[in-house]
């Protein structure tokens, strides 16, 4: 079984699936995959782009009654992935953003070649507000391709750090391997999960890395990665 948290399947919310049709072809995608616990994380930037909420959590129901009427073993939770903008904390106080589950912890992101000082500063100012801050897919900013920024965010930032799944089925260059490779051994690394929008093209593979993760580095550490570290975002849902 694997936890996920990364997913855009919820149709008609920024880059996730266009169609009822398409959001229901990637939630069987993702049962089959063997996903038990997932959370809608639809992209938002507070205070630059509109957010439709109301039109998440309709089209949020219609896939939590799609799931039940095939009676999967497939949870669904609400959730955003927030691209950190001064306006995020707020936002999260006034419940024009989400949380993963409605719990404490936080999913944010940046653009790739953001400042390591402004990574600091949003762990910061997400932990002032009573976040618990998870920043994702983490191989795609500059700023963390220094290990010594990793362990300090982690370590003095208290953030989560995750890695989407790809980046253990795909071929990666030598340099890139190696870093995920220290991620794992350090203990840095939280989390991987998808990063599935639409279908095709951004199919799941948690099975895939579960196995990939196993051979490299053992089954309990692909265990903890991809199942049994993530529950704790939802252990107040």
């Known amino acids: 079984m694997y936890a996920d948290m990364h997913n855009h399947f919820v149709y008609g919310v920024d880059d996730g699936c266009k169609t009822k049709e398409i959001m229901e072809k990637l939630l069987t995608a993702l049962h ?20 439709p909420m109301e039109d998440y959590l309709l089209h949020f129901e219609e896939a939590k009654a799609f799931v039940k009427a095939n009676q999967w073993d497939l949870s669904l ?10 306006a995020a904390p707020r936002y999260l106080r ?11 912890f936080v999913l944010v992101e940046f653009l790739p070649n953001e400042k390591y ?24 900013y500059e700023a963390m391709n220094d290990i010594k920024h990793v362990r300090e965010i982690k370590h003095d930032f208290g953030v989560r750090l995750q890695v989407n799944c790809h980046s253990f089925t795909d071929k990666q260059p030598f340099l890139r391997k190696r870093w995920l490779g220290r991620l794992i051994r350090e203990e840095l690394l939280d989390y991987v999960s998808t990063d599935t929008h639409d ?16 051979k490299e580095f053992g089954h309990e550490v692909a265990r903890a990665l991809t199942w049994y ?9």
């Open 32 to 51: 089959e995959d063997g996903i038990t616990r997932l959370i809608s994380t639809a992209h938002i930037t507070p205070g630059q782009r509109h957010f």
């Open 77 to 86: 939770y609400t959730g955003n992935e927030i691209l950190y903008t001064d």
């Open 94 to 104: 006034e419940k024009k953003a989400l949380t993963l589950g409605n719990g404490e």
């Open 117 to 140: 000082l402004r990574l600091q500063e949003a762990a910061q100012k997400l932990r002032n507000a009573g976040y618990r801050p998870v920043f994702a897919h983490i191989e795609r």
């Open 199 to 214: 279908m095709p093209g951004r199919e799941p593979c948690m099975n895939a890395c579960f196995q990939a993760l196993e």
């Open 229 to 237: 570290d993530a529950q704790e975002l939802l252990e107040e849902t």
